[in-house]
């Protein structure tokens, strides 16, 4: 990722629609797809530390890992407890330490050389019948702007990420895209940028919402209960549930 983008993120993360719609989306699927109570958690690319020090502390201890010191340092200012900085191609982690790995837009990454590597890794650190909950942007052709600032590799669709989860040894237990009700303004925006590129190099955090924040939010907060539970047909991201 631009290191430019940490400094925005940390800025933006408490109040930006898509954020907060996206923690109750994984509110819900905490409440329904993880059965534990205080489990040891690593937030596997944990970025300025925004999810790991609010509402994943509320269901048990984190650790965060990142690759970059950049990220580590805001989530210093965060006062996360417990940080390591590392690959999650190589987790320096002993087999079986966690209870539950949280990767949040991270695999899509070009740090990341191979996401199989990764979710191997994953399933090392896991506990016998741990869980990971995984995140990752859907569709290459929706490349756009954004991608470039946040250096997107690979995008994904629902099958190719039930059949990584399934090559990495963990059972699917549950799939579905996200943020689908704001799908065609997303399309819209995409293809609009190939006609007329954008004039500066900012990533979609970078634009204010303005008055429609809480619009929005509102509009993604609302997919909470059919994400987590029959799940969506398409979608501007990939939600997973894995059990080791």
């Avoid at 898509?18 to 205080?38: F, Q």
């Avoid at 942007?137 to 997107?152: E, F, I, M, N, S």
């Avoid at 609302?222 to 539970?229: F, G, M, T």
Wanted: hydrophobic letters at 40%; aromatic letters at 12%; proline letters at 5%.
């Amino acid at each position: 990722m631009d290191p430019r983008e940490y400094e925005l993120m940390y800025h933006v993360e408490d109040r930006h629609w898509w954020y907060r719609g996206m923690e109750t989306i994984t509110r819900a699927l905490l409440e329904r797809w993880i059965p534990l109570r205080s489990p040891r958690i690593l937030d596997a690319g944990c970025g300025t530390g925004a999810a790991m020090t609010t509402y994943l502390a509320e269901y048990g201890m984190v650790t965060g890992i990142d690759l970059y010191a950049e990220a580590l340092r805001f989530c210093r200012k965060r006062n996360a407890p417990r940080l390591a900085r590392a690959s999650v191609l190589d987790l320096p982690f002993a087999p079986a330490s966690f209870d539950m790995v949280t990767s949040f837009d991270v695999l899509y990454e070009r740090a990341v050389s191979d996401e199989l590597t990764a979710l191997k890794e994953f399933f090392r650190i896991l506990t016998p019948h741990g869980r990971i909950l995984l995140r990752l942007p859907a569709y290459d052709w929706l490349r756009g702007q954004h991608d470039k600032k946040v250096h997107t590799n690979r995008r994904y669709t629902k099958k190719l990420v039930n059949r990584l989860l399934e090559q990495s040894g963990f059972t699917v237990e549950h799939l579905s895209y996200a943020n689908t009700f704001l799908f065609p303004l997303a399309v819209a925006k995409r293809l609009s940028e190939r006609v007329f590129p954008p004039s500066d190099d900012q990533s979609d955090l970078a634009m204010n919402a303005g008055a429609f924040n809480s619009v929005l939010k509102f509009i993604l907060s609302a997919e909470a209960p059919l994400v987590s539970r029959v799940g969506l047909p398409y979608g501007l991201s990939v939600i997973a549930i894995g059990r080791k």
